[in-house]
């Protein structure tokens, strides 16, 4: 998918749980590293969904570089930052970003003023950014609403500067950073069979023993919901035999079906605890 940098404010990437939005996202963000580019990330949490400036307070803790500071060394960075800025505004930015000076009183505004008078800092400091970023938003479906109505602010300023906005959310979620004009949409949609067997294939190897099991893989996970796959090799007797992978697969699907899969004519019990030995692969 080729975008015009026109189009470079804002990528939703949407998807069912597990299908791979935030392994996406990882590699965008290593793509942008490796390019010299800064990435900066938050990520959303159910039981932070009430939270008032939970996500945006972790975004701009990545993106004024204050995590692992002291208080007045994070107090010093920011001031840096925004040098012409409100003093009663730094301030509730320090508060905002939790390295408030708790001997300086903060201003005496309601929610909404305060959100404002972040907002127009904020963006007044984003404006003055030279150098590329990419900023990311995960799980925008549990985001809190003051964060929510603060990022999609900062996006009208976004298209001029030098920067990339990724958000993920889930199909449900009809928020207002499902709703930027001029954003593009990537859905994420379930591998086909051919797909999944492909990738199963690559895993289990070229040997024969194992073509059918990972035919009938593929053939679950197409018809599941999701699906884990714990993949390790087994016992080096084994391996001097032939190649061979130790799989266990847990299924979920309506009425609740579990069955592991294995060497032939052995069984793993559900009940076993899994060995620290097993590699998780998310499916």
Known sequence: MRLSPSALILVGVVGRPGIGKSRLVREIAAMAGRRGVEVFSAFCESHTSQVPFHAVARLLRAATGVEGLDGQEARDRVRDRVPD????????????????????????????????????????????????????????????????????????????????????????????????????????????????????????????????????????????????????????????????LVIRLHLTVSGGVCGVLGEPGKHMPLDDPVPPAHTYLPA
């Open 85 to 244: 800025a409100d003093p009663e505004d730094v301030l509730l930015f320090d508060d905002l970003l939790g390295i408030g000076d708790p001997n300086a009183p903060l201003p005496p505004i309601d929610p909404d003023a305060r959100r404002r008078r972040l907002t127009t800092l904020v963006n007044a400091a984003s404006l003055t950014r030279e150098t590329p970023a990419v900023y990311v938003v995960e799980d925008a479906h549990w985001i809190d609403e003051v964060s929510e109505l603060m990022i999609a602010d900062f996006l009208t300023v976004i298209p001029q500067t030098p920067s990339l906005v990724l958000v993920t959310y889930r199909p449900e979620y009809e928020g207002a950073l499902a709703r930027v004009h001029g954003a593009q949409t990537i859905a994420l949609a379930p591998l086909s069979i051919p797909e999944i067997a492909s990738l199963i294939g690559e895993l289990l190897g070229p040997d024969p023993s194992v073509t059918e099991l990972g035919d009938t893989i593929a053939q679950l996970r197409h018809r599941t919901a999701h699906t884990l796959l714990l993949v390790r090799r087994a016992s080096p007797q084994i391996m001097q035999r032939r190649p061979r």
